[in-house]
Nanobody
Framework: QVQLVESGGGLVQAGGSLRLSCAAS????????MGWYRQAPGKQRELVAG???????NYADSVKGRFTISRDNGKSTVYLQMNSLKPEDTAVYYC??????????WGQGTQVTVSS
């Protein structure tokens, strides 16, 4: 069973930066989707940034220009660089990887708290 392990969350002041990492416990072949999602208290989980199967990136409007997703397919690892953080970015952040038609993996979540 593949596990995704996230790291890099924490407490930061508004305007600060954090870098999240997500690594699979073993190599995932034929990855066709990678992304970061977040869920704030009382809200639904939303896509923050992701790679499409074609390799292009997409971002939530609220993070464009501040967050950057990157990956290392050879290591089944995905990153999220978060700059100019705002209090409204406070949430639990989850990574997701998908392969083939049926396989989908989620991380356990990492807390990001931005103080004003």
């Amino acid at each position: 069973q593949v596990q995704l392990v996230e790291s890099g969350g924490g407490l930061v002041q508004a305007g600060g930066s954090l870098r999240l990492s997500c690594a699979a416990s073993r190599t995932i072949f034929a990855i066709n989707g990678m992304g970061w999602y977040r869920q704030a208290p009382g809200k639904q989980r939303e896509l923050v940034a992701g790679y499409t199967s074609g390799g292009t990136t997409n971002y939530a409007d609220s993070v464009k220009g501040r967050f950057t997703i990157s990956r290392d397919n050879g290591k089944s690892t995905v990153y999220l660089q978060m700059n100019s953080l705002k209090p409204e970015d406070t949430a639990v952040y989850y990574c997701r990887m998908a392969s083939g038609l049926y396989y989908e993996y989620w991380g356990q979540g990492t807390q990001v708290t931005v103080s004003s």
